[in-house]
């Protein structure tokens, strides 16, 4: 069972991205995750340059559509890494709990999207 922490500077235990197993252990997957956010990081630039200049709002607002994209689609890479290897993980072992766990984050994630 995941233990929502009582303050939000405790995070859950991870199951395995603690591990050499995670995702992002991986160095080169790392680096194109990285990549995207700081293309994103620079888009959000020049969101806020944007405003500052007051441009127009429809103009601002496809510009936002273009970050959440890229939000979405950096999402979706990471959680096919996750799924690949934390969650391949937890399936193939012998421990239940574990499998409970993996599935109960998943589940967590999807009711907050």
């Known amino acids: 069972m995941i233990k929502k922490p009582k303050s939000a500077s405790k995070p859950i235990t991870p199951v395995c991205c603690s591990t050499s197993n995670s995702a992002l252990s991986d160095k080169s997957h790392a680096d194109k995750v990285d990549k995207r956010l700081a293309r994103i990081e620079g888009q959000i630039g020049g969101l806020r340059r ?10 601002v607002l496809s510009q936002i559509q273009a970050v959440q994209e890229s939000l979405r689609s950096t999402s979706a890479l990471l959680l096919e890494a996750h799924v690949h290897s934390c969650v391949d993980a937890a399936f193939a072992s012998s421990d239940p709990a574990r499998k409970d766990t993996v599935v109960k984050e998943l589940a967590s994630l999807m009711a907050r999207n």
């Open 50 to 59: 944007m405003v500052a200049q007051g441009r127009y709002c429809i103009d």
